[in-house]
């Protein structure tokens, strides 16, 4: 099995590098739209690396999901957490009552005997 993770590893490294290797060209990043960057009279550009900003979509796009999945179980952790805390109280409470001695007259024994 590990034999098998190191071989997907090099081949996703293999595809990674081609496409680099592929998207070398720089591109212009503007903030702004033109026309929006003349009226606001703020633009901001910056030439990078296809590549750079291929991954770079890629890994933000990842860390947007993370996040947006971690808000979304936010419920069910909270749930888990509660379920959890009830269940030591109820264990707690079940030791508490198996620790007590029963008494010497007990009720249902008299009403058997």
């Not at 099995?1 to 591109?27: G, K």
């Not at 550009?45 to 808000?71: Q, T």
């Not at 069910?76 to 109820?90: G, M, T, Y």
Request: proline content about 3%; charged content about 25%.
């Amino acid at each position: 099995m590990r034999y098998i993770r190191y071989a997907f590893l090099a081949l996703l490294a293999i595809c990674l590098i081609t496409v680099a290797m592929a998207n070398r060209d720089t591109v212009v990043l503007n903030l702004l739209p033109a026309d929006m960057a003349g009226f606001s009279g703020f633009s901001y550009a910056i030439e990078l690396p296809l590549f750079v900003v291929i991954f770079g979509g890629v890994i933000a796009g990842l860390l947007i999901g993370f996040v947006w999945e971690w808000f979304r179980e936010h419920r069910i952790r909270s749930d888990a957490r509660a379920a959890k805390r009830s269940v030591k109280k109820l264990e707690r409470e079940v030791d508490q009552l198996k620790a007590e001695k029963p008494e010497a007259g007990d009720d249902v024994l008299a009403l058997l005997k």
